[in-house]
């Protein structure tokens, strides 16, 4: 909702109503009418902004109403005021037939150009003048602008002479914003909205304290109490059911009212008018008008340096380890994995599956009948919450994580500090995957989740996450000595490994940021072994990546991969790669072949560099020169001090040789002095 002073919980500061229209279709004088109860018999062109009485209405909502201009000199203002509204009121003449032929041909256009998206309330004015003689049906000339122009809540004809209507023009407005229909109800299907529906079923499952599945008679009258602050008599509760229960058999069963009974319900209210039932339920649960959490439901925003990153905590990691057996209805034949109706019953209680939209969708490992085990979906949670951390809070809080929020997520401590300390505490790690186009990047995410291989360029960023299982101590040599081992050996600690494929036109707008590398823990540059223009420009990349490592203060372990092993690989290639790694101090290239399934354990080696932040860091022969003249630039400072501290150790030792030498001949010439008084006494 644009301008929407109320768009976070329906109250804000007061409602903005702008009332807008043709010249002379009774704009100013409904305005007076309403504020002043009196019909005015001189108005002035343009009203100044005029607040109504704040009993006037139950809901005790300030409301300011504007009055506009449609003269071409005053476009400019007329645009500000609009943009800023939170309801528009459009007015035509009843008299004038033209006039509200220009409501669909101008004014409602003109709001979609202007991008102003909040509830109209369309008004016929001077009702008066129309007469008998022009019988007419409101409900039917509307009804096709209406159907056209779907932000329009309602149509009411006035007549500010006669004192027609008149308050319940701008009491239509300040409902149309308090407790808008479009997010709740699709008014041509007749049914409530899926992101309504889904907050609703979490409402009821909060509500069902006993888990059974229906609400029993005192679990209605708490959640009667919590939101309306008044309880239900025995006889209400009896009238409610009955009422369902004649209309949806299965919404009432010997337990209390069920999901579809207690969506029946509210559904029954917003047909009948009376929206402020169920926004006011809502709005008790936390709700804004998106039907979204409200910002003080969830954490604050995350404080922290570029370089940090944010990983779920064991209390939420076990969280959701519980819940995916909840949901793996399955799990009674072994079936060990989420699929896509059960991973969608999950987050039937969210306004949306995130998981359904770019990155998440396939950027995780599927089994073999395409469902998501669960180290498939511990990995894209912890995609989620690096990427985006707070969604990842908020969407925990959908699915029913029911402590303290700031409790599910933890930021890591800086890399820049992990280099110092040679080690790091991350359990999520995020490698950049750079390289020129058709060199294996996207097969070498596609086998890290197991995903047959399939050549499409990458448009955008693409992510690929999997759990990786460091190797026990035996396991270690066998990886040293480049021995491929199982896929997922459960063996000693689990990390969880972010590829993230960097498409070669998006590297020069990556690097443009001043923090790019500072999300990164290891950057892999992969080039195709066959081809010497592939290495030309991934080594540019190399450069490129640590130049700005360098020159930032946030270098990253990188790490060359030789793609296309199968292919005669090219020798100059080999040689030339293989220098390079050794001139700039990081490991010899690293070839493998997708196509042979032969990876030299590529996915455990970015994990132990990960883990080393200190090692495998490229210098360039700019950084190594700037090192060298850093050391010589030291050696000479620490020259410099040696040698001042030499002066004046020896001007010190000089002073008290000379100051004893002094008080020794001092101490002889008294001695002279007195053998001299006492021989002349």
Not at 408 to 419: G, H, Q, S
Not at 615 to 642: C, D, W
């Amino acid at each position: 909702m644009t301008g929407g002073a109320l768009a976070g919980d329906g109250a804000g500061n007061g409602v903005r109503i702008v009332v807008a229209g043709d010249a002379k279709t009774g704009k100013s004088s409904l305005i007076v009418t309403a504020a002043a109860e009196n019909f005015p018999t001189n108005v002035p062109p343009v009203l100044p902004p005029t607040r109504l009485p704040v009993d006037l209405y139950p809901e005790r909502v300030p409301v300011t109403i504007i009055d506009t201009s449609s003269s071409p000199e005053n476009r400019g203002r007329l645009v500000e005021d609009l943009t800023r509204a939170d309801a528009v009121i459009l007015t035509y003449a009843c008299d004038r037939p033209d006039t509200l032929d220009r409501l669909s041909a101008h004014w409602l256009p003109e709001l979609h150009r202007l991008e102003v998206k909040v509830p109209v309330v369309v008004v016929g004015c001077m009702l008066d003048k129309r007469g008998d003689q022009q019988p007419v049906s409101l409900e039917q000339v509307m009804s096709p602008i209406m159907q056209q122009f779907r932000e329009i809540e309602t149509c009411i004809e006035c007549s500010a002479l006669n004192h027609i209507q008149i308050p319940e023009v701008f009491y239509y407005a300040q409902k149309a914003v308090l407790h808008p229909t479009a997010p709740l109800f699709d008014q041509e299907q007749q049914v409530l909205k899926p992101r309504c529906v889904r907050a609703l079923k979490r409402i009821f499952i909060l509500c069902d304290h006993d888990r059974d599945g229906s609400l029993s008679d005192a679990e209605l009258n708490e959640f009667q109490v919590k939101c309306f602050n008044a309880p239900l008599q025995a006889s209400e509760i009896v009238g409610v059911k009955r009422v369902v229960q004649e209309k949806l058999r299965e919404g009432v069963d010997d337990r209390g009212l069920t999901l579809s009974g207690f969506l029946f319900l509210h559904a029954l209210f917003i047909e009948k008018g009376r929206l402020e039932t169920t926004w006011t339920v809502l709005r008790k649960f936390g709700y804004n008008n998106e039907i979204r959490l409200r910002d003080d439901q969830l954490p604050p925003p995350i404080k922290r340096y570029p370089d940090q990153s944010v990983e779920l905590t064991t209390e939420a990691t076990e969280f959701l380890r519980k819940t995916f057996l909840t949901y793996d209805v399955d799990c009674v034949r072994k079936d060990g994995a989420l699929r896509s109706h059960e991973v969608e019953d999950l987050f039937s209680t969210a306004p949306e599956n995130p998981w359904n939209e770019a990155p998440y969708v396939d950027a995780a490992e599927k089994t073999a009948l395409e469902g998501l085990s669960l180290d498939g979906f511990l990995s894209l949670w912890a995609l989620m919450t690096l990427l985006d951390p707070i969604r990842s809070v908020e969407t925990l809080i959908y699915i029913g994580y029911g402590i303290d929020p700031s409790s599910a997520f933890r930021v890591t401590r800086r890399r820049r500090l992990d280099r110092k300390k040679q080690q790091t505490e991350r359990n999520v790690y995020q490698c950049f995957v750079f390289g020129p186009k058709e060199t294996g990047k996207s097969a070498l995410l596609n086998a890290f989740i197991g995903r047959p291989e399939e050549y499409a360029p990458t448009i955008g960023n693409r992510y690929a996450v999997n759990v990786i299982y460091q190797p026990s101590v035996s396991a270690h040599v066998r990886l040293l000595a480049n021995v491929d081992m199982p896929k997922h050996s459960k063996g000693g600690l689990k990390k969880t490994l972010v590829l993230r494929e960097i498409h070669e036109e998006g590297v020069k707008e990556l690097l443009a940021k001043k923090d790019a590398l500072a999300a990164c823990d290891v950057a892999v540059f992969v080039h195709d072994s066959s081809r010497e223009p592939s290495w030309e420009k991934a080594m540019e990349m190399l450069v490129e990546v640590a130049s700005q490592g360098e020159a930032t203060g946030y270098e990253v372990p990188c790490l060359i991969v030789a793609a296309k092993d199968s292919l005669d690989p090219h020798l100059s290639v080999i040689q030339d790669s293989t220098r390079v790694s050794q001139d700039m101090g990081i490991e010899a290239p690293i070839p493998l072949s997708t196509k042979l399934g032969d990876f030299s354990n590529i996915f455990d080696r970015v994990v132990r560099a990960a883990e080393h932040p200190h090692l495998s860091i490229p210098e360039t022969s700019a950084g190594k020169s700037r090192k060298q003249y850093h050391r010589l630039l030291n050696r000479s400072l620490m020259f410099i001090s040696v040698h001042a501290l030499f002066e004046v150790t020896m001007g010190f030792s000089i002073r008290r040789a000379v100051g004893a030498a002094v008080a020794v001949v001092g101490l002889g010439v008294y001695r002279v002095y007195s053998a001299r008084r006492n021989s002349s006494s």
